[in-house]
């Protein structure tokens, strides 16, 4: 099957899986009559046990991922997905929805599956288009959902009950649809091809004449005379990919580089994902009783304007070695700031607006950390950047529900949260903005690279605007 083929296929499953119409009002829903939880329940009973098994089941997930051979764990998705939606349609109790927060988690951790899965089955030349393709369909399954879900409740067409079951729909169809995703092969760690020799010390043989042992693996030759593994027992397996899981990683993070862009996309995503599960109550606040809602508009003009934005800054010639640190520092403040006023600001167009340029700024600032990562790390080590970087985010998002949201150690109304996520926000640009003034003096003493606009032939300002979308999918 060629890689178009493969494209198509993943991108239907892409659109449906993002096809949840009832999302931008699941906070209205669940404090409507249909369910009658108070937005107290909400905020501190259900929605923390999502962060609490998204956090939990990242790294079962991403290793099972590679393990399985990614389509199994797309399966997976979807049918957590209808497990998901099928409990906040039907279920009643405050049991009943903390156990849909649970599946949820799992839900958004199977999303490494989708993500991962065109690499290992896509040429390395196609990575670039197949990455637009399926993040193109993400975004416009987010935005046709939202657009649709809007529609429907501003003409009184469905309510917010029903909306669910257009929801559970998509959620089936998605995992019919996954069926015919054709399988892997081959993954980076359990089900490695690379020739053993670039993988495993004092392994020198590259002729292939006699097999080569690592940790009890046996390896022979395919016959392209390249080296790769036979089959195995499951405990060679596991050795071997823990070799080679722990060489990525000591390799990856003991750049300096690397370590400080992670540390900052792992600390702004735990912001993001905090105001993100959380604006919805902070709007209801907002509004009176009888007020037209407008939260499926927000998020069709949010998945648009932060999909253009991030395909600006692809193109964008800036020189992010000089400049990259600093004006994150000053996206990160002006991120706080937004905070502040949400917190103490009660018309719901200005909040409305906010929610977006806080979206949009996340997602550019998190493109330019993501591609300056990838600068210094090899293409097989992406995936297990991306997944330390976003399980040490969940880390840091369970430590600050607990403490901030759950109730159990501050008893903080939902704007009193949002205050404390605007410091948080300003304590990660104090952190930070020593290594923008470093960056900037050591570049000014040298004498090399003071100049805001990168060069034409800076290849590796190339390289990075070619990694921007493979992240972004």
Known sequence: MNWIRISQILCVFGFLKEFRPGEPFVTDYLTSEFK?????QVTEDIYPVGTYSYCASLILIFLLTDFLRYKPIIILCGVSG???FSVLTFG???????FLE??????????VAYYTYIYAKVEKRHYQKVSSYTRSAFLFGRFFASTVSQLIISYHLMNYHQLNYLTLGGQVLATIWALFLPSVNQSVYFHRATPIKDLIPNSKDSSCENPITAFGAEVSCNLKGHQE?????????IKTAYYLLWKDFLKAYTSFHVLKWSLWWAAASCGYLQVLSYSQPVWQTAVKKDDMIYN?????LYSIIGAAVVFAIGKLRLNWDFLGETVLVVFTFIEAILLFVTAHNYNIWVLYTLYIIFGVI??????VASFEVAKKISEDSYGLVFGVNILVSLILQTILTYIVTSG???KLEIREQFVVYAWYFIVLTVLFTPAAIITIVKSYRRGTNVTVWAPKDDSSQSSSNQRIEEHCS
Request: proline residues 2%; positive net charge; aromatic residues 14%.
């Open 408 to 410: 159990r150690v501050f």
């Open 102 to 111: 649970f599946m949820y988690g799992l839900y958004l951790s199977t999303d």
């Open 36 to 40: 009658n939880f108070t937005s107290k």
């Open 296 to 300: 499926g508009a927000v998020e069709a």
């Open 362 to 367: 996340y997602h550019s600032m998190v493109t």
């Open 82 to 84: 209808i497990i998901t």
């Open 229 to 237: 593994y036979d089959t195995r027992p499951l405990i060679h397996k």
């Open 92 to 98: 009643k109790s405050l049991e009943a929805m903390q």
